[in-house]
């Protein structure tokens, strides 16, 4: 009997521990996010239109950059609001890998080249059969294109970290058309500057955002919420006429050699497809 209460206060112990440690909030984001996004993937445009978009996640490569796996998040009313316009939005993203002593990822970390980093996919489908993001000569409507990570990122990202009081401002850099890229020869390639909050503030009460990045780091915090981060972004887009869908790929992140290095090791080997 005795044994068996000491093996049953150990095993309880041990519970606890794992509980309060950082390394649960790195399985549980992990865990959650597999069951979550494998579900908005069922009832995603991928799904619907029979539509292959993989890109690849941080386990690509040997180093600590980005979370495992890229995951997928529906929000087609939402979107449909922002924009005054009935559309369908799937989105693919990911972030920067946990840092496993914080039990967080490094998306908070002022000093990690991939503080406020991004990247992934989005796929846009008007309900009237338009075309999103290009006018009837295949022009770039750069306002319209812009239009999807601005709403990404106030919306889904800094809202749901509890931040409202949302500044999000671009600068077109460069807009390069009819580029090759991935298996096409049409794709437009636009770089921006962006100035936006940055994730890093003080915890003070549980945020739906928390299940995936962990919890923000006391460390990090410097006294102001939620503070202004220069960024750079990269967007591609193309019209998808076999889907009735424009395609996206895009990085964004606070240095100019990480949106390189994502989009040659990342989004350049992405690949989009019928099933």
């Not at 095993?11 to 979550?36: A, D, E, H, R």
């Not at 991928?46 to 950059?65: A, H, Q, Y």
């Not at 972030?95 to 990247?119: K, M, R, V």
Request: aromatic content about 16%; some cysteine.
């Amino acid at each position: 009997m005795r044994k068996r209460i000491v093996r049953r206060l150990i095993i309880f112990t041990c519970i606890i521990l794992l509980v309060i440690s950082p390394i649960f909030q790195v399985l549980k984001s992990y865990f959650v996010m597999i069951i979550y996004s494998q579900y908005e993937k069922q009832h995603s445009l991928l799904s619907k239109e029979k539509m292959v978009m993989d890109i690849s996640g941080g386990l690509k490569t040997r180093e600590k950059d980005w979370y495992p796996f890229v995951m997928v998040f529906n929000d087609n009313a939402g979107f449909s609001h922002y924009i005054n316009k009935e559309v369908s939005l799937t989105i693919l993203y990911n972030f920067g890998a946990f840092e496993y002593l914080n039990g967080a990822s490094s998306y908070y970390n002022p000093q990690s080249p991939y503080l406020s980093a991004f990247y992934g996919g989005y796929v846009v489908q008007p309900k009237d059969g338009s075309v999103f993001g290009f006018d009837e000569n295949r022009k770039p409507k750069v306002d319209e294109i812009a239009a999807v990570p601005k709403y990404d990122l106030q919306y889904l990202v800094l809202n749901s970290l509890g931040c409202y009081d949302v500044t999000l401002d671009y600068q077109t850099d460069a807009i390069q058309q009819n580029l090759p890229y991935l298996d096409k020869d049409d794709w437009t390639r636009i770089d921006a500057s962006i100035t936006t909050n940055s994730p890093v503030h003080r915890y003070r009460k549980p945020q739906r955002a928390y299940i995936q990045y962990g919890k923000p780091p006391a460390k990090y915090y410097e006294g102001e919420d939620f503070p202004l981060i220069k960024l750079k972004g990269r967007i591609y887009a193309r019209y998808y006429e076999e889907f009735n869908a424009t395609a996206f790929l895009y990085v964004i992140a606070p240095h100019e050699d990480i949106i390189e290095k994502t989009d040659k090791t990342f989004l350049s080997q992405a690949v989009i497809k019928s099933k």
